[in-house]
């Protein structure tokens, strides 16, 4: 079993800055791709970023290519989401997921957090 805790959300004027993170534990939570994704009420989740878990390769979503960097930290066993020029669009919750060969579909990953909310007014 594989626990994820997200943290760092909150409001921000457009333009600004948010740093996401999510810890992770469980025994194998260290060798599981981590991403993020994101979710509006009534819409589906949106793939946002993916770390791998052996290379530490990252991929993007387009809209968010160049604006957001993701990132890892083996030794606390965390993954970071670093949010630049943050748009309105960008409101929405976040949801930071694992699993063994997770790529950019939410059905690839067997484990979520609870999700933080992230609001970017105009």
């Known amino acids: 079993q594989v626990q994820l805790v997200e943290s760092g959300g909150g409001l921000v004027q457009a333009g600004g800055s948010l740093r996401l993170s999510c810890a992770a534990s469980?025994?194998?939570?260290?060798?599981?791709?981590k991403a993020w994704f994101r979710q509006a009420p009534g819409k589906e989740r949106e793939f946002v970023a993916a770390?791998?878990?052996?290379?530490?390769?990252?991929a993007y979503a387009d809209s968010v290519r160049g604006r957001f960097t993701v990132s890892r930290d083996n030794a606390k066993n965390t993954v970071n989401l670093e949010m630049n020029s943050l748009k309105p669009e960008d409101t929405d919750v976040y949801y930071c997921?694992?699993?063994?060969?997770?790529?950019?579909?939410?059905?690839?990953?067997?484990?979520w957090g609870q999700g933080t909310q992230v609001n970017v007014s105009s």
């Open positions: 770390i791998g878990w052996y290379f530490g390769s990252a």
């Open positions: 997921a694992a699993g063994p060969t997770g790529n950019r579909s939410p059905k690839s990953y067997e484990y």
């Open positions: 469980g025994r194998t939570s260290s060798n599981y791709n």
